[in-house]
């Protein structure tokens, strides 16, 4: 299981990206999610690492080559389950290796993915979809652990999203419309509103 992970993430770097890889490893990390298995984590670590990083550099570079393609968009799903549930269900796995994974982007990607959301003209566009649970995820480990909020990566993206987001009236806006009609179901509002609404308030209480 571990050699053919390691090949299946080493043929990341290979061009041009076989689908079969990316849907090998999606049943992959899939599998992995439902067994919760400890020792994969602890044995395939090196390869977990490249496979995130792999993940945060796609994200942060030229989304639009990509995100129509439905095996990337399922992988990366299913890669921010198992990253969800690396952050319930591991208790026996260092939080330090935990942070190491999840938290294991660059400053000039996240500002490259801001860069993205701010470029974007379509309210339900599916990279802030993605991002928003990627976020999600670093927010709820970070309530789950405070002490990683002093991380550079997470001081950055705290003050980014303070300095540009939350003071807009763009926010402002979204949250009165919550805060009048608190029984709203999700489905009226659009993925960059959920954004706002959902990722950046996380952020704040990280």
Sequence with gaps: MNDNFEQLVNALSIT????????????????????SDPLFISQ??????????????????????????????????????FNKNLIINFDNIEVETKALLLISCTVDQVNSIFEGINQSNDDNDRFI???????DNLAFFINEDPRFDTSPIIYHINQY?????????????????????SNLPKSIFTTKQLFYIKTFSLSLTS
């Design 16 to 35: 041009p990206l076989s689908i079969d890889i990316l849907s090998k490893l999606t049943l992959l990390i899939e599998q992995q999610t439902f067994e």
């Design 44 to 81: 395939s670590i090196q390869s977990l690492l490249v496979l995130e990083n792999w993940a945060w550099q796609r994200l942060s570079y030229d989304s639009h080559q990509w995100i129509s393609q439905s095996s990337y968009l399922t992988l990366f799903h299913t890669l921010s389950s």
């Design 129 to 135: 979809a993605i991002i928003s649970v990627w976020f």
């Design 161 to 181: 999203v303070g300095r540009n987001y939350v003071m807009t009236d763009q926010f402002k806006f979204y949250l009165t419309q919550l805060q009048q009609q």
